[in-house]
C-alpha cells in the first residue's frame, strides 16, 4: 500500500514539473530582457559575451574579433569609466504581442572620458530569430549603438589640448621662467656639397655627441636631400655659438623651437629650478595626473613645488572621421585651463647683484635679501649654481657627471639647509639675555684673550679674537663680538632660560614659508653641558639655523620685537609670525649697538659704512673642527640691515674663507647695498 502512494505522489509530481516546463516554453523571452542583458555585459567589458547576442545580420557585417576590438581600442583611447547603460522596462500589465519579430527600444548610456561626461539617448533594432527549434531576442547592431553619429568605416579620435605652462615672474614683472623658445641645431643633407662626412665629425666635435647618433638621424627613413632634420637644441642664449657652427658647412642650420626659459640663467637657479622631459619612472609614479610620454615635470624648486598649478590642466576632443579623415562631428571636448602665473616678492636686480657678489671670486655660499619690514623675500640665492636652461633642453651626462663631481656642490640648494651661524648669533643671544633681566650697562671684568668658567672644564676655554683692554658691556661686546662675554652671559641666565628663549625665536620648529627650509636647532637633543651652553652662545656647539631664518630674527630689532612671515608671492598680505619677542627699549637698545657694529671704528664691520646708508648688523665667522687646536673650516657671516626708512636686509655666508672669517663677506654685502640703495 505504501509504494502505491509512492508512485502516485511521483507521478503527480513529474506531472506538475511537465506542465511547468510547458509552460515555460510558450513564454518566449521579451526583447527588453535581452536588451537588458546587452547593457550588463556592456557595462561589464565582456564584449565576447554581447557579440553572442547580436543578430544573425549583425554578425555578418562585423565578426567577433573585430567587434571585441573596435570597442577596447574607442573605450581605452577615450579612457572610458563609470559607463552605465539603461535600458527600458516592460509594463507587466501590456499584454504582449505574440506575433511580433521586429522591435525598436530607447536607450541611454553615459559613461567619463578624457574630454568629460559623454551621455547620448539612442535607439536599437533588436529580432526574433529561431535556432534549433528555440527562439530569441537578437541585437540589431550598428555601430551607431557605440556612439549615435558613428558609420560603417567611420574612427573615433582623441586629440589631447595641452595648456600653456604657467610663468614665473619676479616683484617687477620680470621673468624668471616663461615659456620662450631655443635652438635647434640640425642639418639639411642636400645642402652639404660632398662634405657629409666632413661635417658630420666637425659637428660631433662641436656638440661634445658621437658620430654615430648624428648619422643615425640623418639615416632615418623619412630623411630628404631638402628636409631639416634636428640633431640637438641648446639654450637660445648659445646664438653665437650656433652661428659659428654653420661655418662648418652649408648643410648647418637651426630653427626656433618652443621651450622654458629661465631668463636669470645660474642666479635664481635653485629658487626657480627647472623642467625636464618626464621619465618612465615619473610617469609611473604619476599615472593617475594626466601625464604622458611628451610631457613636461618640474623637477627641482618652484617649478617641482607648484608643478600642479603651473602645469595647468590638459583638456581633449572626442572626434569621429570618416574613412578619408574628415572629421564629421564632435562628440565631446573639454578645454585645457592654462597654468597658473605666479609673480613672487623676489626682485630680479637684487637675486643678480648678490649672485654675482659670490660668483666673481668663485665662492661657496648663500645670500638672503628681505624687506625687514613686511617681510617679502627679495632674494635667494645660491652659488656656485647651474644653468637650468641646460636641464630643460636635456642635459649630457658628461656635464651632469661634472655637476656631480664638483667639489663645491653647484647642485646643492644652500638657502634651505642650516649652519652654525656663528657670532652672527649674539645678537639673539642679547636680546635673550635682556628679557631675562640681563644688565646691559653693567661693565664686566674680563681679562685675556681665554676664559674658562672653572676647573671642571679641563683644557677647554672660550677664546676671543681680541682683548680690548678694559672692561665690556653689551654694547662693546657687540662691537668687538666677545665670545667671552656671551659665553658667561648664557652660563648666569641658564641652559633652560637660554633654550626656551631661542625656542620662543623659531628654533625648533617650521618656518611658515612656502618654500621648505631645514628647521633651525639648538641641539641635536639638549644642550648636555656649560661648555656647549656657553658655546651655543657664541654660535658654535651644535647650534643651527637656516639662513632665512637669521635673517628674520633680525627684523625684531627693528619691528619693536615682532617678526613678519616672510612672503614669497606678491599677492600674500603682510602679517605678523612672532609678536613682541622683545620690548621696544630692549630691540632700540640692541639695534643701536648692531648700528655701532658698522659705525663705530672699532667695530668688526666697519668696512661696510656707507655715506648716506646708515646700516646695523653682525659679523660672524664660524670654525668646523674636532678640538680647538686644530685649524678647521671657517664660514663667513654677515648680516646688514639699512635702518634709515628701513626696506632692505641682506645676509650672506661664503663656505671656506680660511684666515679671512667674516672680513671676507663684509664687502661683498657693502657692494650690494651700494649697487640697490644707490641706484
Known sequence: MDNQIKKVVRLITISFIFLILVSCSEELPTPEDALSEFAAHWESGNYELMYG???????????????????????????????????????????????????????EQAMNTVAGELRFYSTVDLRLEEQDEVKEWKIDWTPAMIFPPLEQGDEVRVKALIPERGEVFDRNGVALAKNGSALEIGLVTGRMEGLEKY????????????????????????????????????????????????????????????????????????????????????????????????????????????????????????????EEGNQKDILAKKDAVDGKTLQLTVDSQIQAVIYHQLKKDNDAGTGVALHPISGEVLALVNAPAYNPNEFVLGISTETWQNYNEDENRPLLNRFTQAYAPGSTIKALTAAVGLKNGWDPNEKRKINGLGWRKDPSWGSYEVRRVKDPNHDVNLSDALVYSDNIYFAQMAIEIGENLVTEGFQAFGFEESVPFEYPLKMSKVANDKIQSEVQLADTAYGQAELLVNPLHMSLIYTAFINSGNIPKPLLFKNEDPML???????????????????????????????????????????????????????????????????????????????????????????????????????
Open 53 to 107: 547576442l547580436l543578430s544573425s545580420d549583425a554578425k555578418e557585417t562585423i565578426s567577433k574579433d573585430e567587434f571585441v576590438e573596435r570597442y577596447t581600442n574607442i573605450y581605452d583611447g577615450i579612457r572610458a569609466e563609470s559607463l552605465s547603460v539603461t535600458t527600458p522596462t516592460r509594463d507587466p500589465d501590456v499584454e504582449i504581442d505574440k506575433a511580433m519579430t521586429e522591435v525598436i527600444l530607447e536607450f
Open 199 to 322: 661635417t658630420v665629425t666637425e659637428l660631433s666635435k662641436a656638440l661634445n655627441m658621437s658620430e654615430k647618433v648624428i648619422e643615425n638621424a640623418l639615416n632615418q627613413s623619412w630623411v630628404r636631400p631638402d628636409v631639416f632634420v634636428p640633431i640637438k637644441t641648446v639654450p637660445k642664449d648659445q646664438l653665437d655659438f650656433v652661428n659659428e657652427l654653420r661655418g662648418i658647412s652649408k648643410g648647418v642650420t637651426y630653427r626656433e623651437v618652443p621651450a622654458r626659459e629661465y631668463p636669470l640663467s645660474e642666479a635664481a637657479a635653485h629658487l626657480v629650478g627647472y623642467i625636464t622631459p618626464i621619465t618612465a619612472e615619473l610617469l609611473e609614479k604619476n599615472k593617475d595626473k594626466g601625464y604622458h610620454t611628451n610631457s613636461f615635470i618640474g623637477r627641482t624648486g618652484l617649478e617641482s613645488l607648484y608643478e600642479g598649478q603651473l602645469r595647468g590642466e590638459k583638456g581633449a576632443v572626442i572626434f569621429i572621421v570618416d
Open 577 to 679: 609670525w612672532k609678536e613682541d619677542m622683545i620690548n621696544d627699549e630692549h630691540a632700540d637698545r640692541i639695534l643701536s649697538d648692531l648700528s655701532q657694529v658698522i659705525e663705530s671704528p672699532r667695530g668688526t664691520a666697519s668696512t661696510a659704512k656707507i655715506e648716506g646708508i646708515p646700516l646695523a648688523g653682525k659679523t660672524g665667522t664660524t670654525e668646523y673642527k674636532t678640538n680647538q687646536a686644530e685649524l678647521g673650516k671657517e664660514f663667513g657671516w654677515f648680516i646688514a640691515m639699512n635702518t634709515d626708512n628701513p626696506e632692505l636686509l641682506v645676509l650672506m655666508m661664503v663656505e671656506n674663507v680660511e684666515g679671512s672669517g667674516s672680513s671676507y663677506v663684509v664687502p661683498k654685502v657693502r657692494e650690494v647695498f651700494l649697487q640697490v640703495l644707490k641706484k
